[in-house]
Structures are given as C-alpha cells and as structure tokens.
C-alpha cells in the first residue's frame, strides 16, 4: 500500500464549519475514523487534496433516548454502539453488527455514520495501483470494463456494511446536512444500486444522525466471512420480528453484501399470521434467493454466497421465533 499523498487537514468543531470546509474544493473528503476512506486513499482510489475532520464536533458524538425513540450521532464509534447495554437489550440487531465490523482497533476509530457510507467493494477495486493497472483498471475508477460483468455497462460492486441492514430492519431514519439545509429520509434511501453511485447523498452533505423507534419485539444480525476477526461480510442478514403468540405480527429482513446497496426484502408479509416453520422460513428463503444478486466480486463463488445468505436468514428467523 503506497503513502498517504500530501493534503490539507481541517479540524472543525461544528457542522457548520465543516460543511463551509467541504465548499472549499471538489476534492476535499470528510473523514471520522478513516478505517475505510484513508486505506482508499493510499490506494489511489479516491483523490484527496483536503480531509476534513469531524471528530471534534461534539453534536455528532451523542447517544439520546427519548419517548420518540433513540437517537444516535454519526460520529459514535461502533465500539461505544458494541458496549452500550442499553442499545445490545432493546435493539439487538444493531449491537451484533457493530461488534461484528472488523477487528476491536477498527471499531474504536470507526463511527456509524462512517460505516453507513462505506464504499463499494469488488475483488477488482480494491487493490494496489500496480495491479489494478496491469488488469486496464475497473469500470468503477479509470477503467472502462467492469471485470465482473464485461458485457455490463453498469458497476456491481458489492455494498458490504454491516451495520445499515441492522438499522434498515429496526426502521432506522437518517438525518443529512448539507449546503442547502438539512432533510430527513429513511436510510434505505440513502443507496443507490449502483457500485459506483452507490449513495444519494448530494455533493457536500454529509449524514449527521440516525434515528430509531421505540424499542420493540426481537432482532438479530449474522454475517458471512472467510476470517471471523476482521473481514467484510460475503453477506449479512439483519431480521426484525415481532410474534402474537406464535404467530408472525410483523416483520422485516434486510440484507447487506449481496448487492451494490442494502436491501429490505420485499414480500415478506406473506409471513404474518403464520408460525415459523419449515414451510413459511422455506417461503422467506425464496424470497431472499430472488432479491439477491451476488456476483463475483469476492474471491468465493457467488452461488456458494446465494446459498449461505438463505442459510442465515433462515437460523436467524428460527433463532429469534424460539426467543
């Protein structure tokens, strides 16, 4: 991995400064913890003449629990989101996939919001530059085929946090800043199915916090990797659930790695009012085969990843009805 290129810093303490900040060049990046950004960086994948930090901005560092639910600041680590007993009781799903992203060292510098805007990833980005070159580059950045797909005029880079089908499955909202004002959209609006325009954020916004409901009924997450201690998941099933009884009252699955964005799946209130068992998580296992697009964006064989996501989806869906 190459040196970081030289660039100018700026450290505001408001969201105001720092939006003022990003005005000041095309090329100028935010950046919390940088587990992701500043390894793009070295990489020559993404230009930066300034990086703008926010970790001095105090407004972005706050957990808050009210009658509307919880709020949580874009610049909380995923550590302090892991530890917090608050969070892992009423919102599991959410503490499972923050403890779940890479290793402890990454989750003390990373932040929510920085693992919600995660860039796409596929086997043939993420590299050196020298390998890159000597593959003609992507379609993603300075080439002009997509490896992966090459009859493909479109990029399949995979989206693969962990933490946004967590929070797309609780019902999570976002708060965004920007230039012209601030807005408040559902995160699964924040994506685009795109590798390469993968976020619908406008030029100088960045996301500022995220909201979720009350806490109510059960959730989980579970991922796929080829290391358990630190990798990007092959693919991640979130799950919210809530029973009558042994019935299903309501439910949603979301699923990450798979796809160039995170996904709610569709159709799964063919489940409520049924019990979950083989038949109705057979269902729901259809239903996620169908949504899934997995490419060969990993070094593992997609059908092996389209197989395993059922696979979790479905211990998950059991795991929680039997809670």
Known sequence: MDVLPEFRLHRPTTVAEALAARGQGAEARYIAGGTDLLA??????????????????????QIERDAAGLH??????????????AIAADYPALSQAAASVAAPAHREAGTI?????????????????????????CLKYRGEICHVVPTSKRCYAAYSGDTAPALMALGAEIDVAGPDGGRRLDLADLFNDDGIDYLTLAPGELVSAIHLP????????????????????LAGVAVWLEMDGDKVAALRIALTGTNARPLVVEGTDVAIGQTLDDDSVATLGKLVQKQISPVHTTTTQPQYRRRAVTA??????????AT
Do not use: M
């Not at 793009?40 to 560092?61: H, K, Q």
């Not at 579970?222 to 990007?232: A, N, T, V, W």
């Not at 979790?312 to 009805?321: C, Q, W």
């Open 40 to 61: 793009n960086v070295r990489r020559g994948l993404t230009p930066a003449s300034a990086l703008i930090d926010l970790s001095a901005i105090a407004e972005l560092r």
């Open 72 to 85: 949580i600041g874009a610049g909380v680590t995923l550590a302090e989101i892991a530890e917090d007993a």
């Open 113 to 137: 919001g920085g693992n919600l805007c995660l860039d796409t990833r596929c086997y043939f980005y993420n590299q050196s530059d020298w390998w890159r070159q000597s593959n003609d580059f």
């Open 214 to 233: 009350p806490a109510g009924g059960r959730s989980g997450y579970e991922k796929l990797r080829i290391r358990r201690s630190i990798d990007f998941p």
């Open 312 to 321: 979790l989806s479905g211990r998950l869906l059991r795991r929680l009805a």
